[in-house]
Nanobody, 126 residues
Framework: VQLQASGGGLVQVGDSLRLSCAAS????????VGWVRQAPGKEHELVAA????????SYGDSVKGRFTISRDNAKNTVYLRMSSLKPEDTAVYYC????????????????????WGQGTQVTVSS
């Protein structure tokens, strides 16, 4: 599957932003998906994950209550709604996917994702 992330940009502290990850090339509902970010000089961080049907989600502690992951399999797209943005949310955001995942399972280990899209830059200015 090919993944294309979009929706990044320059925003102010407290603003909201929605990222999209469009998939093509395979049956998207077969894939569990995650949003991963990498800030300058830091390791990759899994910020949110969602199961194949979208019924199960998980969030990193740093974004709980502010970010929401969702998906529309009919549109082959996963979204990341980000609100109350902080300067520390500044990073390149990637979407990643893995197939052969049982229904209802989410993938929380970065090395288990075997399909990655290019990143989209999010910059939160104070």
């Amino acid at each position: 599957v090919q993944l294309q992330a979009s929706g990044g940009g320059l925003v102010q502290v407290g603003d909201s932003l929605r990222l999209s990850c469009a998939a093509s090339g395979d049956t998207f509902s077969n894939y569990a998906v995650g949003w991963v970010r990498q800030a300058p000089g830091k390791e990759h961080e899994l910020v949110a994950a969602i199961s194949r049907a979208g019924r199960v989600t998980s969030y990193g502690d740093s974004v709980k209550g502010r970010f929401t992951i969702s998906r529309d399999n009919a549109k082959n797209t996963v979204y990341l709604r980000m609100s109350s943005l902080k300067p520390e949310d500044t990073a390149v955001y990637y979407c990643a996917a893995r197939d052969r995942v049982v229904t209802g399972a989410i993938v929380t280990t970065l090395t288990q994702y075997d399909n990655w899209g290019q990143g989209t830059q999010v910059t939160v200015s104070s």
